[in-house]
């Protein structure tokens, strides 16, 4: 039988495909963040849907200044047009307050003080032992929210079935840091659900992200997506590419050949004849070819 198609998986209220690019401003483009960029993009207008974009700039002392530019001229040299105005979390801050709340009013979060040592000890799975105390702390403290032993599984578009029990491989988890800072889980839940996204496509390494986020999704009543997980480039040493990494960032001068290699990653087999085309026109072939199904269905791939 044929996997039903994305666009088989519309939900009544949600008319037609929204997906989204959601790069953190850590530092420029570079080809792992390339391939999500593109990827999510190709199965957005593959599926004639539309491409948001989403800077997500939570954490200022990990953002160089002027990283966010950067990337968004980056992807307007690589032919990557996005739809509607870009979105700042940094101007979302309210909303992430509110929804904090809302947990709150609802008995799901609590306040948590364990230290990272103490984290590592319970072997990373956060044990729940700040559930039950009283008030909170004198010192800075995290919000945690409860999880349950419920299963929470779905049909990753590329990887195939995918689930978790929260409560006892992943822990209570943190939606506001120690540091007053949102939670990148927090954020990107309300956020996928304000920007009406439909299609999650991203590096694989957020899959087991994926649970926590629905987990939410259902705490809130929001709709849930559907996802696509791609594979994540790595190193020599088996290390994902970033800018901890050292990646280098993408030459405009070289988009074509990015393009190109992009595609070949990503397992389209962009015929040679486009190699030295424009982006636009590389990209338009991209569009009319694009196969999520031919994506690797490994997590790492070696650069
Ligand atoms: N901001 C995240 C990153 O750059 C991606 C978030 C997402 O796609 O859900 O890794």
């Not at 209570?172 to 439909?198: G, P, S």
Request: glycine share 6%; aromatic share 8%.
């Amino acid at each position: 039988m044929q996997k039903p198609t994305a666009t088989q998986i519309d939900t009544e209220s949600r008319q037609g495909y929204i997906g989204r690019f959601a790069p953190s401003p850590t530092g420029p483009l570079h080809f792992g963040s390339l391939l999500a960029a593109l990827a999510s993009f190709l199965d957005a207008r593959a599926n004639q849907g539309k491409w948001l974009m989403r800077v997500e700039d939570l954490d200022p002392p990990r953002e160089p200044a002027g990283s966010a530019e950067l990337i968004l001229q980056q992807l307007q040299d690589l032919g990557m047009d996005w739809d509607d105005e870009v979105l700042y979390q940094s101007s979302r801050l309210d909303a992430y307050e509110e929804v904090m709340d809302q947990l709150q009013e609802k008995g799901l979060c609590y306040p948590c003080d364990c230290t990272r040592p103490q984290i590592r000890e319970m072997g990373l799975v956060y044990n729940g032992s700040c559930r039950e105390r009283g008030a909170p702390p004198e010192t800075p403290y995290a919000l945690r929210l409860k999880t349950d032993a419920l299963e929470i599984g779905f049909d990753d578009e590329i990887q195939g079935h995918f689930a978790q029990q929260l409560e006892s491989e992943v822990g209570d988890f943190v939606i506001r840091r120690k540091d007053e800072l949102f939670a990148y889980q927090l954020a990107v839940v309300v956020d996928d659900e304000f920007q009406n996204i439909t299609h999650v496509v991203r590096g694989w390494d957020l899959l087991d992200s994926t649970p926590r986020q629905i987990y939410l999704q259902r705490a809130l009543n929001y709709q849930e997506m559907s996802y696509a997980h791609i594979p994540i480039i790595v190193d020599e040493k088996g290390q994902k590419l970033s800018k901890q990494s050292f990646a280098p960032s993408i030459e405009t001068d070289r988009a074509s050949q990015a393009i190109y290699k992009a595609l070949t990653f990503l397992g389209q087999a962009p015929p040679t004849e486009i190699e030295k085309e424009s982006p636009k026109s590389q990209l338009q072939w991209a569009i009319g070819s694009w196969e999520s199904q031919w994506v690797a269905k490994v997590g790492n791939l070696p650069l």
